[in-house]
């Protein structure tokens, strides 16, 4: 499988030189299938819902984001680890680019936060974030909790056990890489659509069984209702070392919502 509607299974070049540096590790994907229209207002001026098997996602993803790296400094080994849960939607424009919109990205460490929301325009939220790893007689078990500081701020808790890796012709797998081969996101800041660009090896795949669910970042994210049903997808991974370039603003149009069953894949 070389391509997934559009999508390489491996990443592009990066336009330029890198500018920060992270390993994902111990990454859990709960996907949710939705109609585009529900997306469309959430996301960056020029872009519009990227569809698969019919539909579009919305992802909530927890993982341990370590070692963040500014080339040519050596890695932030304690300050640049933290656990991460993300809210995410799938996205591409006019040029083709595929990518995530983040809807919330809530972080473990107040300084990455701060960088983060200042120097990139992410809507990332200062939580009490960490993760219980388990293993036992049934498995390998990840249990993430989160809490956002400040009254009233949304929490998560999401427990799953990981599973058999998921073999690369499984009927699924179409669905599973084309939620998480993205190799970029999208975002807008400063009143300008902006593009960068990522780059890992292939991810490693693995199903998952999820235990429990007491969500409210998707509620807080404009998805009300998904959280009260099962996710449509769930994925784990052990992770991947990954490289951003710098982003650049991207030219803007404005779309017309495809026909559902009517999408045509773009160029990567």
Not at 92 to 98: I, K, L, N, Q, V
Not at 127 to 135: K, L, Y
Not at 169 to 195: I, K, N, Q, S
Not at 245 to 265: D, M, Q, V
Request: with cysteine.
């Amino acid at each position: 499988m070389d391509c997934v509607d559009g999508l390489p299974r491996t990443a592009p070049p990066l336009p330029g030189r890198v500018v920060v540096e992270q390993h994902w590790r111990d990454l859990l994907f709960l996907h949710w299938r939705v109609e585009p229209s529900r997306v469309q207002r959430f996301l960056p001026k020029g872009t519009r819902p990227d569809i698969v098997d019919g539909a579009t996602w919305v992802g909530l993803i927890p993982f341990v984001l370590a070692d963040t790296r500014f080339p040519p400094l050596p890695p932030l080994h304690r300050l640049g680890t933290f656990v991460e849960v993300n809210v995410r939607l799938y996205a591409r424009d006019a040029s083709g680019r595929h990518g995530v919109v983040f809807r919330t990205l809530e972080a473990g460490r107040l300084l990455p936060v701060i960088a983060a929301r200042v120097g990139f325009g992410l809507p990332y939220h200062w939580a009490r974030a960490g993760v219980t790893r388990r293993a036992d007689a049934a498995g390998f078990e990840l249990d993430f909790r989160s809490r956002r500081h400040g009254p009233g701020g949304p929490a998560t808790r999401i427990r799953a056990r990981l599973g058999e890796p998921l073999p690369e012709h499984a009927p699924d797998a179409a669905v599973a890489h084309f939620l998480t081969d993205r190799w970029g996101y999208h975002e807008r800041h400063l009143g300008r659509t902006m593009w960068a660009r990522n780059t890992h090896a292939p991810w490693p795949l693995q199903r998952a069984e999820l235990l429990q669910l007491d969500d409210e970042l998707l509620a807080a994210s404009g998805f009300p209702d998904l959280a009260d049903r099962l996710p449509d997808s769930v994925l784990a991974s052990t992770g991947v070392r990954t490289a951003f370039s710098r982003p650049r603003a991207i030219r803007t149009r404005a779309w017309a919502l495809p026909a559902l069953g009517a999408h045509r894949p773009a160029p990567a």
